[in-house]
């Protein structure tokens, strides 16, 4: 599975945009990206995932670049309920998920 | 529906103990795993199981065993517990369908001294 790189820390203010981004220079064809959060001690939870289109849900937006070697999960008005360690890991379908070490956002008041 | 369910939530072990952690989900997937996670890390696969009857080793598979004898469970098995092996440990399911979202359960807190 391709690596992926993303900034230790990030924080945003309660309210705003919090966009996280994510580089995957050398994906594969039939790699898709992932995103997960973990907050606190919690077990990480699901957020979205894509292939090459952009995606929406009730939690966060994918933004994946044409050339699909960078991604951004955009968290539209962020709450304190955000503060969390969030995971970008591309992988194929059927492949095991690998973890790094994520983003730590914390939302400010 | 609970999801996946992990006991016990801590656990204090002396080394050289072993023990098993316990693992059950309800949702019929056919994929499950353990992971674990040390402080300011991110996650690592020890084992995996595609379906009962069939176990594999993940990045971290020493010191650990598993069998996956039914759908709903997998239990891991520490035999010989080792301070390295004091971390948080998360069970996780998915279906094998093309499953996209891997469930995650509560997590086991485990210290061995």
């Known amino acids: 599975d391709a690596k992926t790189t993303q900034p230790p820390s990030m924080d945003c203010a309660e309210g705003r945009a919090a966009n996280l981004p994510c580089n995957h220079s050398t994906i594969s064809g039939n790699e898709y990206v992932y995103w997960y959060r973990q907050i606190h001690s919690q077990g990480p939870q699901y957020i979205i995932h894509?292939?090459?289109n952009n995606e929406t849900n009730e939690m966060a937006s994918l933004i994946i670049t044409e050339d699909r070697k960078s991604s951004t999960l955009i968290l539209p008005h962020a709450t304190l309920r955000d503060t969390a360690v969030y995971y970008c890991i591309v992988r194929a379908l059927t492949n095991n998920l690998f973890f790094g070490t994520g983003t730590r956002l914390t939302v400010i008041p | 529906n609970a999801g996946v369910t992990q006991t016990p939530k801590f656990q204090v072990l002396k080394t050289g103990q072993s023990m098993t952690l316990q693992c059950a989900q309800d949702?019929?997937?056919?994929?499950m795993s353990w992971y674990r996670q040390d402080p300011g890390m991110g996650l690592r696969l020890i084992h995996y199981s595609v379906g009962a009857g069939i176990t594999d080793q993940g990045e971290v598979p020493n010191g650990y065993n598993v069998s996956r004898s039914t759908t709903e469970d997998f239990p891991l098995r520490l035999l010989s517990a080792a301070p390295s092996q004091t971390s948080v440990y998360f069970c996780a399911s998915r279906s094998t369908g093309g499953g996209e979202k891997l469930f995650f359960g509560s997590g086991t807190q485990l210290s061995v001294l």
């Open positions: 949702m019929n997937h056919e994929y």
């Open positions: 894509g292939l090459k």
